[in-house]
């Protein structure tokens, strides 16, 4: 690669003064238009069950937002939790309450310092976020294709009873939209840790979010760990955010009949129960599983073109380039590019300087420190068609410009 | 007082078969029809900067959300965060973050155990709650008419570093009705503390929900703290809960600016952001100051008759009864019943077997324990006013029961 042809072509893309913010995986305006209807009349406040949504109760939930969700996630809606409209704040609160009332039956984490979790990385920068702020250690583990690499997860929960979590994102994972597979399920349910209150923390953020013609399937966790005889071991996430409105919508939990049960002390002293107005204006608009299913596809048509765009691009500018690669993710909102070694910050703040806003380099590793300075997120959501194309095509220049010296 | 009569007074009242929960204070269904236009068209999800109000982000809220608070509570719009639909959560976060983080510049509190909050009693059970499910010991202190007994306080205060947090519900208190004088408040602001990060809990719950014509003020207590030189004693909280809907508005806090910032820093980890859809509904719903005085003064017109009601039967059946008074509050949800000593949970069974729930007696004390069983929390909001009616009657009677023998 000759580096002043590079050079030039890097501050030609340069003059064309562009201002996109790529940094997360933000819904397009089209997306969030698939969903207006739920800006119009909701069309009434009682509940199938004669509930006065407008009034205060209901810790857990609105029935019928909880069988919404239990159809989606294929448990009982006794086991659900509808509540806040940020999955992440479930997570939080999650880990809060292990601090400081301890999972069911055990002693608080914070008598039981120090506190570690399993981190599969490239991962969630918001979850590596909650871990640091509560002084929880952090622990690297590769993800691969496939899941997370299970020899060494299974040989460090076996070993250390300070590790009290891990991290999953089972199916089209952020960054890099692998999936957990059927084998990695079945050993993370069943393995022995040296911890009896850990906790697989499921975040099943993409579900329905598929970019392929192709719906894949992950086990069902919570029924893998009942039959592996560990039937608290995890607990599941869920939200309508990339499916209604991003912020505005649902969350849900699902988890074994003890941790709902835990779950459901602890956040009834901390509020008379959550925003059901919301929750029946969303089960009015979403209905149930089909209903869901026909608006992701819609999702999907919007979502697709701008992955293949950046696809496209990357192929066309990348394809001859050493130590480069990217993900085809099958689903999510994410595409991972690996650069060569030491080559993913100089990139991020190449792409900067021509106007494009990347995810820091280094955010999907704990503590912002990817060790090879080799990741790259791509968030394609957000931008329009256009705009996606060309910035896959700065990305690129930049990258190139970045390893030519 | 003749027993039998009595009795048979009772036996009579218990035939007509109440079916009647007084047991929280929960809005009528007629004060939440004032607000059910938030039930239709939203009429648009773009905020007045341009924010779409669908995606993600806003950490502290819609910057309009943020300004009405901001009129409302006579603080900067800078220093006012609206997350939540339930100021409880925010309360129960706030302590939270003490655990766990500290407050600004401090150790965190689980650091500095054991840890105590002053708690006015009789106070409301809800924040008694969250300190006992994080072991925060509970101090009681006498509440008067003019706020809590201030000589006491300061005494504790100046002379124990575990007192980290007080209690405190300056107008219209829950269950009495009591307003903190102005004198009170100064005190509060200028007393001395043993400890350095040591929090008023300032719960303005019923700042706009006056009862009578006078519509009472209680100083700012950002401004007052800020003159005595504590700029980061008091955390205010407030909601629309009983403004609009319960458990499905908006909740705000306001505070220093480096209480703020540290609220900031700890809940940009949790969330990526609140439920700005509804802030923007209850802004095109609420207004401006005076629209929402206005809404409080059609619930004024619906609650005044049940006070009033209440009041009425009390002074009938109760007037001569020794050692039985009752508050006359001039705003907010509740009456405080004081019977005589150890009468209290009797006449609650009794006017439960009346078809009546009430609150528990000394649910209105720390851990449930009210020493002299004497204090009876009466609300009158969501019974109709013919129930109501004959509720309080029902109440009194059995108070009658539970003295004669």
Known sequence: MNHADVKAEYDSFKKLGLKLDMSRGKPAPEQLDLSN???????????????????????VGLAEARTLFASLLDVPAAQVVVDSSASLSLMHDVIVYGMLHGMPGHAPWVAQQPISFLCPVPGYDRHFSICESL?????????????PDMDLVEKLVAADASIKGMWCVPKYSNPSGAVYSD?????????????????????????????????????????????????????????TSKITFAGSGMAALAASPANFHWWQRHVSV????????????????????????????????LLKPKFDAVLA??????????????????????IDLVTPHGAAKRTVALAREAGI?????????????????SH?????SFPSLTEITQAAKGISISLKLAISS
């Open 135 to 147: 002084g929880i250690k952090m622990i690297n583990v590769p993800m691969n294709a496939r899941g």
């Open 357 to 373: 806003t990347l995810t820091p380099a280094g955010a999907a590793f704990p503590y912002g420190n990817d060790p090879d300075d």
């Open 183 to 239: 084998e990695t399920v079945r050993r993370l349910s069943a393995m022995t840790t040296a911890a009896p209150d850990f906790r697989l923390l499921w975040d099943d953020a993409y579900r329905f979010h598929h970019l392929g013609e192709e719906k894949i399937a992950v086990p069902n966790i919570l029924d893998a760990c009942e039959q592996a005889g560990h039937p608290d071991r995890a607990i599941v996430f869920a939200s």
């Open 37 to 59: 209807a739920l800006l119009g009349d909701l069309g009434g406040f009682k509940a199938a069950d004669g509930t006065d949504t407008r009034n205060y109760g209901g810790a």
């Open 313 to 334: 691009q990357f192929a066309e500018h990348l394809r001859n380039v050493k130590g480069v690669n990217w993900t085809h993710p099958k689903g999510g909102y994410f």
């Open 376 to 380: 790259i997120r791509i968030a394609p």
């Open 270 to 301: 901390r509020s008379i129960g959550p925003d059901k107005v919301n929750q029946l204006r969303h089960v009015h608009f979403l209905k149930d599983k089909a209903h869901v299913e026909a608006l992701m596809e819609a999702h999907r048509q």
